[in-house]
DNA sequence: AATTTTTTCAAACGTTCGTATGAATCAGGT
DNA sequence: ACCTGATTCATACGAACGTTTGAAAAAATT
């Protein structure tokens, strides 16, 4: 049986992706999908509320995974707070091991997450807001309490950063394969998540000037 | 006089980094700069040719001050390796630098920078790559004899994350002003160069694991 | 002043976009 | 077998897109 839904968010997963939502068009996502162009219409409404669902479809069980290792550690630590490393590795691991995971969009929708991020549109930037309000307002206590001697000008820019930095990763880490001649590897996830949170570890433990 | 030209340039400079050059359209673009629609095609050619105009206005004499600015430094090193944090603030300096110079488009190009970097589109990865070819060329020896202990694997990631966080710190400091809630200031630009160079070399530096 | 070259202009080209419509087809319950 | 609601389909709409054209206007050259 055939699951047209399904089909329509797949393919628009791959082509926002790859080319961005706005230059995309519905006529492309049909063309790969198979079916007729009426029926984005009929079961997502728009092209807006289709992305909408697109990044839904993964984001939500991603952040609860944030969450939920992010309060695996605060039990684990009492009333102490969460060491740095322990918190990035919640924040930016989940989402980079989901492209080991083919089934889940694997690096596809990794890369379409760090493409909205850089997104100048605005109903794309108010979207994506909301999908991420809730994991903002729980890491950015816990970071801050990993860190309770920086100022906190040095602190909002240096999210600001790792933001930047986590971006960019998720959006073209395959372009640092030819970068680097061969040299570093992004489909070794847990290499890449070791050496994001390692090199953001130790910018955010930069001692301010 | 009226400088048709240049009109066109400022325009589209401003629209392209307001709402990325893929949603830009020619008669928006003309629309600002009041002038005839098909003065575009007359003096540049096609959209495509007039965004590479665009970007090398402001390009060409941004990278040739980060070449004399490295250049400089490495004068005054002699044989030594001229320090990580000269290195990097030669890198990003004149770019961050740049947004507080109202005349030569300000905050508004560094934006568009910031933009096409992370631009999916082909066209627009070639062109920025051929604008910025001679620089890497030049900045990548010098960063590794900065790090002579880096091993290369940890040395190439990490030039991926110094470029995600200087390309969304140039396309978006100004989310920063309301995210941080008025704390930072990414007017400052001095203040934003020294964080983002402390930040970077800090990460750097961090022993490898 | 006459001629040539450069620049501007209004109008239109063909294409593609997101969206809408109404009929055809399918599935499940009765 | 019949009906009903859900889904698919071909087709069309108006708007906006990048580009082209050929003539008018301005500037430069002679």
């Given at each position: 049986m055939k699951d047209t839904k399904r089909d329509i968010l797949d393919a628009a997963e791959q082509l926002f992706a790859a080319k961005g939502p706005h230059a995309t068009s519905l006529r492309q996502i049909i063309g790969r999908a198979k079916v007729n162009l009426a029926a984005v219409h009929y079961h997502f409404g728009s092209k807006e509320s289709l992305l909408q669902s697109v990044m839904a479809r993964r984001l939500v069980p991603l952040n609860a995974e944030r969450l939920a290792l992010l309060e695996e550690q605060e039990r684990a630590c009492g009333r102490r707070a969460v060491p740095l490393q322990k918190v990035l590795a919640a924040l930016v691991g989940p989402a980079l091991r989901l492209s080991r995971n083919p089934k889940k969009g694997g690096a596809v929708f990794m890369q379409l997450l760090g493409r909205c991020f850089m997104e100048p549109d605005l109903k794309i930037q108010a979207m994506l807001d909301r999908q991420l309000q809730e994991v903002a307002s729980r890491f950015i206590p816990a970071l801050q309490r990993a860190l309770p001697k920086l100022p906190e000008e040095d602190f909002f820019w240096r999210i600001h950063f790792l933001v930047g930095a986590m971006a960019h990763t998720m959006a073209?880490?395959?372009?640092?394969r030819t970068f680097s001649g061969g040299r570093?590897?992004?489909?070794?996830t847990e290499a890449m998540i070791e050496q994001l949170v390692n090199f953001l570890s130790a910018g955010f433990k930069a001692k301010s000037r």
């Amino acid at each position: 049986m055939k699951d047209t839904k399904r089909d329509i968010l797949d393919a628009a997963e791959q082509l926002f992706a790859a080319k961005g939502p706005h230059a995309t068009s519905l006529r492309q996502i049909i063309g790969r999908a198979k079916v007729n162009l009426a029926a984005v219409h009929y079961h997502f409404g728009s092209k807006e509320s289709l992305l909408q669902s697109v990044m839904a479809r993964r984001l939500v069980p991603l952040n609860a995974e944030r969450l939920a290792l992010l309060e695996e550690q605060e039990r684990a630590c009492g009333r102490r707070a969460v060491p740095l490393q322990k918190v990035l590795a919640a924040l930016v691991g989940p989402a980079l091991r989901l492209s080991r995971n083919p089934k889940k969009g694997g690096a596809v929708f990794m890369q379409l997450l760090g493409r909205c991020f850089m997104e100048p549109d605005l109903k794309i930037q108010a979207m994506l807001d909301r999908q991420l309000q809730e994991v903002a307002s729980r890491f950015i206590p816990a970071l801050q309490r990993a860190l309770p001697k920086l100022p906190e000008e040095d602190f909002f820019w240096r999210i600001h950063f790792l933001v930047g930095a986590m971006a960019h990763t998720m959006a073209d880490a395959e372009r640092l394969r030819t970068f680097s001649g061969g040299r570093c590897n992004p489909d070794d996830t847990e290499a890449m998540i070791e050496q994001l949170v390692n090199f953001l570890s130790a910018g955010f433990k930069a001692k301010s000037r």
